[in-house]
């Protein structure tokens, strides 16, 4: 019987988001996902994350939620099913940690990108490569959350979306140090604003708003430098009256 990792990492992130010392980070999520919120508008939306967490959008009109164990192939290849949608249907998607737990990034972004209407606008939350939380990363226990993870950087995040034909309308980075104790906790907040003045694309949790891009098929007239002058054709000889 092949264990299915990706539910059972599932289960294990939303039990490290409940766990007292991973309050803060939580709360940083929520924090992000008001201000998110008042910058994007559109008529239909689609959650892909944690269920703890879509409450927070459950006052957008039309959202669908799809959590990340319903997405996750049934094998251990660390793999994202093809998504149970129609091509253009949503404006708005945001996926939490859904990139996080494929091998395969680009391809599930693709997906993301079949599904999302033109001029649709796309929230990725992930933990961030490029920060202490991605340095201390292959010291940490690979089965304990959220090391088991996949982290990927902010610049490959970019690119990635970029490739497909996005704008960047959104970047923040929180969350500079991965563990917290009691004693960090009582600084948290000075750390949180010094981190976002001083290293702002260093925090362990990154927040994106992507807007695709349209290219409008209007036709252009063509200009020539040159009038084109026709002449008429000199009578032929051979329709000569002998």
Same mark, same amino acid.
């Given at each position: 019987?092949?264990?299915? &990792? ?7 992130? @939303? =039990? ?9 980070? =939580? *709360?940083? @999520?929520? /924090?992000q996902f ?9 008529? !239909?939306?689609? +959650? %892909? ?7 927070? #959008? ?8 799809? &959590? ?16 149970? +949608? ?6 708005? @998607?945001?996926?939490? !940690?859904?990139?996080?737990? &494929? ?6 972004? *693709?997906? %993301?990108? *079949?599904?999302? &209407? ?8 992930? #933990? /961030?490569? +490029? ?45 500079? %140090?991965?563990?917290?104790?009691? !004693? ?22 990154? +927040?994106?708003? #992507? /807007? $695709?891009?349209?290219?409008?098929l209007t036709?252009? =007239?063509? $200009? #020539?430098?040159? $009038? ?10 051979? /329709?000569?009256?002998?």
């Amino acid at each position: 019987m092949k264990l299915n &990792t990706g539910k059972y990492k599932y289960k294990e992130l @939303i =039990k490290w988001y409940k766990k007292p010392n991973s309050q803060p980070f =939580k *709360r940083i @999520i929520n /924090n992000q996902f008001s201000e998110i919120k008042d910058l994007i508008g559109g008529k !239909h939306a689609l +959650f %892909i994350g944690l269920s703890d967490f879509k409450k927070k #959008f459950q006052s957008l009109k039309y959202v669908s939620f799809l &959590t990340i164990n319903e997405i996750v192939s049934s094998g251990s290849d660390n793999s994202i099913t093809k998504l149970p +949608f129609e091509d253009d249907s949503y404006d708005i @998607i945001i996926v939490m !940690h859904a990139l996080d737990y &494929t091998d395969n990034p680009y391809e599930f972004i *693709r997906e %993301i990108d *079949r599904i999302t &209407t033109d001029d649709g606008r796309v929230v990725m939350i992930g #933990f /961030n490569n +490029f920060s202490l939380w991605g340095l201390l990363k292959p010291l940490m226990n690979k089965s304990y959350m959220p090391w088991s993870l996949n982290f990927y950087s902010l610049y490959s995040v970019r690119e990635w979306f970029k490739i497909l034909g996005y704008d960047t309308s959104y970047k923040e980075t929180r969350g500079l %140090i991965p563990i917290i104790s009691k !004693h960090i906790s009582k600084y948290l907040e000075k750390i949180n604003i010094l981190q976002k003045f001083l290293a702002p694309n260093l925090g362990g949790l990154y +927040f994106y708003v #992507f /807007n $695709k891009k349209t290219i409008p098929l209007t036709p252009v =007239k063509l $200009k #020539f430098k040159e $009038k084109y002058v026709v002449n008429a054709f000199p009578k032929s000889s051979l /329709n000569r009256i002998k």
